[in-house]
């Protein structure tokens, strides 16, 4: 049974930290997105990859947020320095061929700043 | 861009009754319409989706309609259970590279 793989599941650290999220798509996808999800706003965008390219990150605080595909098989989310506003959820989907299609998404990693 | 709007965003039904859940869209030129189910500490996962040369699909005891001219479509879930029980999002797209857009969500509470 296919599935997106996010690690880790729950992460909590301090303010200033580097936080790392990480995410291995679906075997044979080639579109990526990286979302945050929070009761204020639900679920925002913050980075598209389609065959490993960065198209669209416009929805991400480019100061301190930073998303990377090193590999077909690793996505991954960077928070450097982390601040206690990015406490969330952040899911990783992915899906075949365009984005207008089927999103399958990840459990999520649950992001606690203190 | 696409915006989508999502209501109710919180609806409380009793087992058995039936459940409606309505978005709205802004681009006329979205063509694909996908609902997903979220569950307590999961991600979303698609239930069923809709593209705009159909107008009505069913699978089970959910069922999607689209109304094209009035852009608008909703989720319709017939004879609930407590496992409906979860939080629900519409999202449109224009497909291509395209990315969907989700409403805000409705969470729905099915009663014993």
């Given at each position: 049974d296919a599935r997106v793989t996010q690690t880790p599941r729950d992460k909590v650290t301090e303010m200033g930290q580097e936080v790392t999220m990480r995410c291995q798509p679906i075997l044979g996808h080639n579109t990526?997105?990286?979302?945050?999800?929070?009761?204020?706003?639900?679920?925002?965008?913050?980075?598209?990859?389609?065959?490993?390219?960065?198209l669209d990150d416009s929805g991400m605080p480019k100061d301190r947020f930073s998303a990377e595909m090193p590999d077909a098989t690793l996505a991954t989310l960077k928070i450097q320095p982390s601040e206690p506003r990015d406490s969330a959820v952040y899911f990783c989907a992915s899906g075949r061929d365009s984005p207008g299609d089927i999103q399958y998404f990840g459990a999520g990693t649950r992001l606690s700043v203190l | 861009g696409e915006n989508v709007e999502q209501h109710p965003s919180t609806l409380s039904v009793q087992e058995g009754d039936s459940a409606v859940i309505k978005c709205t869209?802004?681009?006329?030129?979205?063509?694909?319409?996908?609902?997903?189910?979220?569950?307590?500490?999961?991600?979303?996962?698609?239930?069923?989706?809709?593209?705009?040369?159909?107008?009505?699909k069913k699978d089970q005891r959910i069922a999607v309609t689209l109304n094209k001219t009035a852009k608008h479509f909703s989720l319709h879930i017939t004879e609930t259970q407590p496992e409906d029980s979860a939080v629900y999002f519409c999202a449109a797209s224009k497909g291509g590279s395209y990315i969907p857009t989700f409403g805000r969500g409705t969470s729905l509470i099915v009663h014993p």
């Open positions: 990526v997105f990286w979302y945050r999800q929070t009761m204020m706003q639900g679920l925002e965008l913050l980075a598209y990859f389609r065959n490993r390219a960065p | 869209y802004s681009d006329s030129a979205s063509n694909y319409f996908p609902w997903y189910k979220q569950e307590l500490g999961k991600g979303p996962q698609l239930i069923i989706d809709i593209r705009s040369n159909v107008g009505e």
